[in-house]
């Protein structure tokens, strides 16, 4: 029986308390030389393999995924008013286009819009803009000597025509921020499907 056994202590005793030699229980030990084994694996595959990936390359490669996954259906986008008219009423478009803004644009012009350094892009006059064309070359191309910059290297041909769509959509809104600026401008064509 255990209890009549000579109990296997280390000999140490302070304050008359003594300490059981029991071995480290198995569990322990998996447990230990697992983690050693494991951090050698990690090292190796994630500092040294050329199968590892980096985040950001896994970012990439979402993305690249999440561009075909939004654009795949419609091809290359043309820069033409028919186009840009056309996707001013395809409301999946217009969401991925509010993105873009929200996380380029709004710095200056607003989340709305409604313009902070940048001009305000809900009312009727504009400075650099008379038809939805424009739009899509005031974005590419800047304005005022980079004051607006240009975004053809940052954002893609098709992300800039739905650019131009949103802020289409965005006429006429009159966001508070800043007082309209430049000349009124005849209205943009009819969005089909959409009553202004
Ligand atoms: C660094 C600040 C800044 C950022 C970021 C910016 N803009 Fe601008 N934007 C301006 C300024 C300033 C103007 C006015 C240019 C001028 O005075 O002619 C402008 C003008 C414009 C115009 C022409 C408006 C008009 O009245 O002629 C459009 C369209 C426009 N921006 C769209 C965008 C879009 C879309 C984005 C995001 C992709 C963007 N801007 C990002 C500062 C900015």
Same mark, same amino acid.
């Given at each position: 029986?255990?209890? *009549?056994?000579?109990?296997?202590?280390?000999? @140490?005793?302070?304050? =008359? %308390?003594?300490?059981?030699?029991?071995?480290?229980p198995g569990?322990?030990?998996?447990?230990?030389?697992?983690? %050693?084994?494991?951090?050698?694996?990690? %090292?190796?595959?994630? @500092?040294?393999?050329?199968?590892?990936?980096?985040?950001?390359? #896994?970012?990439?490669?979402?993305?690249?995924?999440?561009?075909?996954?939004?654009?795949? *259906?419609v091809?290359?986008?043309? !820069?033409?008013?028919?186009?840009i008219?056309?996707?001013? =009423?395809?409301?999946?478009?217009?969401?991925?286009?509010?993105? %873009?803004?929200?996380?380029?644009? #709004?710095?200056?012009?607003?989340?709305?819009?409604?313009?902070? &350094?940048?001009?305000?892009?809900?009312?009727?006059?504009?400075?650099?803009?008379?038809?939805?064309?424009?739009?899509? *070359?005031?974005?590419?191309? =800047?304005?005022?000597?980079?004051?607006?910059?240009?975004?053809?290297?940052?954002?893609?041909? &098709?992300?800039?025509?739905?650019?131009?769509?949103?802020?289409?959509?965005?006429?006429?809104?009159?966001? !508070?921020?800043r007082? !309209?600026?430049?000349?009124?401008?005849?209205?943009?064509? #009819?969005?089909?499907?959409?009553?202004?």
């Amino acid at each position: 029986m255990k209890t *009549t056994q000579e109990p296997n202590v280390t000999g @140490h005793e302070y304050d =008359g %308390i003594s300490e059981y030699d029991n071995p480290t229980p198995g569990w322990w030990h998996i447990l230990f030389f697992g983690s %050693i084994l494991f951090s050698v694996f990690y %090292i190796v595959f994630w @500092h040294f393999s050329p199968l590892s990936w980096t985040v950001h390359e #896994a970012w990439e490669k979402d993305q690249v995924n999440d561009y075909k996954r939004i654009f795949g *259906t419609v091809g290359d986008l043309k !820069p033409d008013q028919e186009t840009i008219v056309k996707m001013a =009423g395809d409301q999946q478009m217009l969401s991925v286009a509010r993105s %873009i803004f929200v996380g380029n644009c #709004a710095l200056c012009h607003g989340r709305e819009g409604g313009g902070i &350094n940048g001009v305000n892009l809900t009312d009727d006059a504009y400075k650099n803009v008379k038809t939805v064309e424009d739009l899509y *070359t005031v974005i590419s191309k =800047g304005a005022n000597m980079g004051a607006m910059p240009a975004w053809e290297q940052k954002l893609s041909k &098709n992300e800039r025509v739905i650019l131009a769509s949103y802020l289409m959509t965005l006429r006429g809104k009159n966001v !508070p921020g800043r007082a !309209p600026e430049g000349d009124v401008i005849p209205p943009f064509p #009819a969005v089909p499907g959409v009553g202004r």
